[in-house]
């Protein structure tokens, strides 16, 4: 029998996730493992809750992590707000919408779809349109931040298209958490949820999670038990406010997520923002020096996780390897109907600087020369650079 443990390689995380974290958040998983009821513990969960808030831009007070990764936030939200026969719309713009469409259709709902074309994002002259035929729906489900198009969903019109007809209202939140602005409470999103391993930047296993009063409510005037015993948000919240025991919460992972939300206060919201934003306008412009495009027009682009299209003749799957096993730098593959067509970049977090951006240039530049594609290195270099200096 071999005991030995695979090496794991040092890696610069440029794709879709899980990123780079920072070595205070390294150092916070070597944390002792103690018991998920102690009275240091809990503060500690409690703290996490209150950290989320001003990222989630909420005052929701029921806020924190619930365990497992994304999907199982995604999953929290819609077993606690669906039951059998609930008619429901989920807005797809990608695989993640198609992803919520999937979950409510396993909770019994009537599930309409509005659906957009790849590298767009959904239309909410369609939305009106369907909640206007006279059905009435309990919640609009959609994705803010699309992680297999690289498409920011605009809110403000959607959401008051939520308000004028009385509908709820849930956010996939997973890619923007902690790398852009969210209003949620100035949006009216009654349920919403992200993970801990991209722009929060902490390793996978923990959700975020925020919910409405007015969702608590209806999901405390359910007809029928919530399905999932597990993400129970009623139950959660017994752990959480009462601290009353529901499950072995894995300590050192929110340790871990507690000091990843206590560097994004540190940096300040505003300026982390900026530094994302600053951070995908360096890369587009360094993937325009390459002489590659984009996937998403400029207004919809999603700045933390970027789809550059491959060019005509390239085996995107050669370039990513050739990154991997060259560079150590690991970047994303189309997922969907956009396999083999996009590459997907991640500027999330501690991987979003300026040594990553110019690094990844570099490589990239390099993996496409090896296949015959002629790049201007230095003109993708001089346009990220500018940026940087701006």
């Not at 002489?291 to 370039?319: F, H, Q, S, W």
């Amino acid at each position: 029998m071999d005991l030995s443990r695979p090496v794991t390689p040092g890696r610069k995380l440029m794709g879709a996730g899980p990123l780079d974290i920072h070595p205070r958040v390294y150092k916070a998983l070597a944390s002792p493992v103690i018991g998920h009821l102690d009275p240091s513990y809990l503060q500690s969960i409690n703290r996490i809750g209150d950290l989320l808030k001003p990222i989630f831009g909420t005052v929701n007070a029921t806020t924190n992590a619930v365990p497992g990764t994304g999907t199982a936030g995604m999953e929290c939200c819609i077993a606690n707000l669906t039951e059998p026969k609930d008619n429901v719309l989920i807005g797809i713009a990608g695989y993640f919408g198609d992803r919520l469409k999937q979950m409510a259709q396993r909770y019994g709902a009537d599930v309409g779809i509005v659906s957009s074309p790849a590298g767009s994002p959904v239309d909410p002259s369609k939305v009106e349109k369907i909640l206007k035929s006279g059905k009435k729906y309990k919640y609009i489900a959609l994705v803010h931040a699309e992680t297999s198009t690289g498409i920011l969903q605009p809110m403000d019109e959607i959401a008051e298209i939520a308000r004028k007809y009385n509908t709820m209202l849930i956010l996939d939140v997973v890619t923007s958490l902690g790398g852009l602005k969210l209003t949620i409470d100035r949006w009216g999103v009654d349920a919403a949820y992200a993970c801990s391993q991209k722009c929060v930047g902490s390793p996978p296993g923990l959700s975020p999670v925020t919910f409405s009063d007015k969702a608590i409510n209806i999901i405390k005037n359910r007809k029928t038990p919530v399905s999932n015993w597990y993400l129970d948000i009623t139950l959660l919240m017994q752990y959480w406010d009462s601290k009353t025991y529901h499950h072995t919460s894995p300590s050192v992972l929110n340790y871990a997520l507690l000091e990843a939300l206590l560097l994004i206060h540190e940096e300040g919201l505003e300026q982390r923002f900026e530094r994302h934003n600053q951070m995908h306008r360096a890369l587009v412009a360094g993937m325009n020096g390459l002489g590659l495009k984009m996937l998403v027009e400029e207004p919809y682009r999603l700045p933390t996780l970027n789809t550059v299209k491959v060019p005509d003749g390239i085996n995107e799957a050669a370039v990513r390897k050739y990154l991997l096993d060259r560079y150590s730098v690991e970047i994303s593959a189309g997922l969907g109907e956009l396999s083999g067509k996009v590459w997907r970049i991640g500027i999330m977090g501690y991987s979003a600087s300026p040594q990553n951006i110019l690094l990844l240039i570099t490589a990239l530049s390099r993996a496409l020369e090896v296949q015959g594609y002629k790049a201007d290195l230095a003109s993708a270099l001089s346009g990220a650079t500018s940026e940087f200096d701006k």
